[in-house]
């Protein structure tokens, strides 16, 4: 089975940034889609196709992807942002998440 | 707006099962793939069955093939799971997601989730 393997946590301080790494073997050659999730709600897309906002996400969210490793940043960090973050891509017709990063502002 | 509710789960023994059901409102439901996506207490996401734009094409997480079934029906707007052969590894917050694109993989992202429902084995 594919994985993809993020960091269990994250630590950033307001108004810096926070990079959210997710690794999976060719993972530059697929999509890669990020949700993040407050406690208590559901996820919500971030990003999808490694690079893009949907409509209403600030633009301190950003993505990019380059050989194994897709990156969530963050930039000027709010409180508000504290979430789980997750990856996803596609292989072999399944969907795959990661094991999800917990970003704690503080 | 766009609205998924999910309904149908329910606390069930190993071996049972259950049919899981999502009305979907505010998009033209036949225009778009649907998911399942499960998450167990306290854990993380988990993708468990797809389904293109007219049924054409399905998929499942290896966990769940051959004990699940996902179906849609447009005329209702409905997206169903069908599980039997239920295990206490399946206990988890099943949600109901809509994806950006028509087709069953959800390469574009998965841009509108429900609430879920609780689905409880034991």
């Known amino acids: 089975s594919y994985d993809l393997i993020q960091p269990p946590s994250l630590s950033v301080s307001p108004g810096q940034t926070a990079s959210i790494t997710c690794s999976g073997d060719g993972l530059g050659a697929k999509y890669v889609s990020w949700y993040q999730q407050r406690p208590g709600q559901s996820p919500l897309l971030v990003i999808f196709?490694?690079?893009n906002r949907p409509s209403g996400i600030p633009e301190r969210f950003s993505g990019s992807s380059s050989g194994t490793t897709a990156t969530l940043t963050i930039s000027g960090t709010q409180a508000v942002d504290e979430a789980d973050y997750y990856c996803q891509a596609w292989d072999s017709g399944t969907g795959v998440f990661g094991g999800g990063t917990k970003v704690t502002v503080l | 707006e766009v609205q998924l509710v999910e309904s149908g789960g329910h606390s069930v023994q190993p071996g049972g099962s259950l049919r899981l059901s999502c009305g979907a409102s505010g998009f033209t439901f036949d225009d778009y793939g649907m998911h399942w996506v499960r998450q167990p207490p306290g854990k993380g996401l988990e993708w468990v069955s797809g389904i293109g734009w007219n049924s054409g094409l399905t998929g499942y997480a290896d966990s769940v093939r051959g004990r699940f079934t996902i179906s849609r029906d447009n005329a209702r707007n409905s997206l169903h799971l069908q599980m039997n052969s239920l295990r206490p590894e399946d206990t988890a917050l099943y949600y109901c997601v809509k994806s950006r694109g028509a087709s069953m993989i959800g390469e574009s992202g998965l841009d509108y989730w429900g609430q879920g429902t609780l689905v409880t084995v034991s």
């Open positions: 196709q490694d690079t």
